[in-house]
């Protein structure tokens, strides 16, 4: 794997690990980080606070491609999306913020536009890519493709223990049928559906520590730069 085209992708379901597992390996490897799940959120954003219409394509995706964005890999805001240099995780999850990025998803301009911001990402030293179709269609020529998956139930009692740590009230039964109901969607969406890439290395994390998942990633990330 040569520097110039380093990039591994992590994808899988919600609650698989994915985000936990790229943030520890970008930081290990001193790689860039990509949290492509925050995208649409970002351009959500920079849209509302710019005033621009949701329903004026072109110009949407001509913002879409000038996105100064970035994500924190190293110190208590790692993980955390960056617009224009500042910290935004907090402000993307905002309700009108999601319900824009909906709308903005279905757009087939934006979409394209958001898919060349996000293969710009790839730069050395090398990247390391999280979301549910980067080794499907953003990176289909990675050399590392990871999918974590692991059981409905235990997807759903780390979401239901996240949640809880953050003090926010929420059933176990119903995030559990919730992240069900997503699964369905996504892996039968006509558009990027969610499934591994053929050339994958699948690591189910139902039952394996951060530590486990992380120790067997770097494996295959080291078994490709020797």
Not at 13 to 38: C, F, N, Q, Y
Not at 134 to 147: C, L, Q
Not at 183 to 190: G, H, I, K, V
């Amino acid at each position: 794997m040569s520097e110039q085209s380093a990039v591994m992708t992590i994808d899988g379901p919600g609650g698989a690990g994915k985000g936990t597992i790229a943030r520890e390996v970008a930081r290990v490897l001193g790689w860039h980080l990509l949290d492509s799940g925050a995208i649409y959120r970002l351009l959500a954003l920079a849209s509302l606070r710019e005033g621009i219409d949701p329903g004026d394509s072109a110009r949407l995706a001509e913002r879409a491609g000038l996105l100064d964005i970035d994500f924190v890999v190293e110190g208590d805001n790692a993980g955390a999306a960056l617009l224009e240099g500042e910290v935004v995780a907090k402000a993307i999850r905002d309700e009108a913020c999601g319900e824009r990025a909906s709308v903005l998803a279905a757009d087939p301009a934006v979409r394209e536009a958001l898919k060349a911001r996000q293969q710009a990402f790839r730069q050395p030293p090398g990247l390391v890519a999280d979301g549910r179709d980067m080794g499907t269609v953003i990176f289909p020529d990675a050399p590392v493709k990871i999918f974590l998956t692991a059981s409905a139930e235990e997807r759903a009692r780390r979401r239901h223990k996240q949640l809880m740590e953050q003090g926010v009230t929420a059933n176990l039964d119903s995030l559990l049928q919730e992240l069900r109901a997503r699964d369905e969607r996504d892996s039968r969406r006509e558009t990027a559906p969610l499934k591994p890439a053929g050339d994958a290395i699948t690591i189910d994390t139902t039952e394996q520590s951060i530590e486990a998942v992380i120790g067997t990633v770097m494996e295959q990330v080291n078994a490709c730069l020797r």
